[in-house]
């Protein structure tokens, strides 16, 4: 088969102590995960359903990049996540299978067009062009699964410039790594590649020209992204 023209080599991320790279096949994100953050961002937490948006592949940043300031608004703002990594094929897969799918996991940054999610938020209209754009999913290096050991109340912190910012554990998820898995697998069939960016804690806010920020989450390799100066 031929074609018009040739497209860039999918994104990948490595993977700590090997060379062969994970391949990002699709991102899938949940919000309000953390029932202080949907209380701050004006919602109640509840466990009715996770609420489900996605990223291109294309919008993967690796960590340690610098990246200029997001076009198209005024108020783009941080939000750190634990991240998951699929590498088997799964279909409406229950909670108790689910972790057999994952590969591993690693620090993730959601960048949010806040100013034209809420915008668009506000008149019904979909998130993407406040959730889905370049650089909007920053990744850090993958620790496999067998390696970071269970998800157990391990502590994520966000910082700028040196000031935390963020700072909560993986216990208060309010849906858990099997029970995202599972119900994200009832939606889509879920393939090597995939990505789950799990959702934010609390204290989500503004970047701007010249910031230096850094993402931990305990057991994983630590996320760095600066933004550049305005030229």
Known sequence: MSLQFELP???????VGEVARFPVRRIFCVG????AHAQEMGFSADREAPIWFTKSAWATCQSGATIPYPPGTGNCHYEMEFVVAVDKPAFGIAPEAAMDVVFGYACGLD????DLQTAAR???????TGKDFENAA??????????????DGQRIRFSINGETRQDATLAELI????????????????APGDLIYTGTPAGVGPIAPGDRLEGVVDGLSPLNLSIATAE
Request: net charge neutral.
């Open 9 to 15: 080599q999918a994104p990948s991320v490595p993977v």
């Open 32 to 35: 309000r995960n953390y029932e």
């Open 111 to 114: 960048l949010t067009r806040r």
């Open 122 to 128: 506000d008149k019904g209209y979909p998130w993407d």
């Open 138 to 151: 920053v990744i850090g290096t993958i620790t496999r699964k067998a390696q970071f050991g269970d998800v």
């Open 175 to 190: 849906w858990s790594v099997p029970e995202l898995i599972a119900d994200l697998s009832c939606l889509y069939h879920l």
